[in-house]
């Protein structure tokens, strides 16, 4: 699945990050803690892997 948004992308990457281990857990907040906790590694790689060039800084939904 691909990110609708920039704030969709930042936080997918920011997921990723833990998920890798690259950063702490406990430092995710609001939609990044939710993704950690719902999404696998391969969702988060490719949600945070869109470009962002095209999307909006928020998603209208």
Do not use: C, F, I, N
Request: negative net charge; proline residues 2%; glycine residues 4%.
């Amino acid at each position: 699945m691909k990110a609708k948004s920039e704030a969709q992308q930042k936080a997918a990457g920011a997921a990723l990050s833990a998920k890798r281990g690259d950063t702490k857990v406990k430092d995710l907040q609001g939609a990044s803690k939710d993704m950690y906790e719902t999404m696998s590694e391969s969702e988060l790689e490719d949600m945070a892997s869109t470009s962002h060039d095209d999307l909006p800084e928020t998603a209208k939904d």
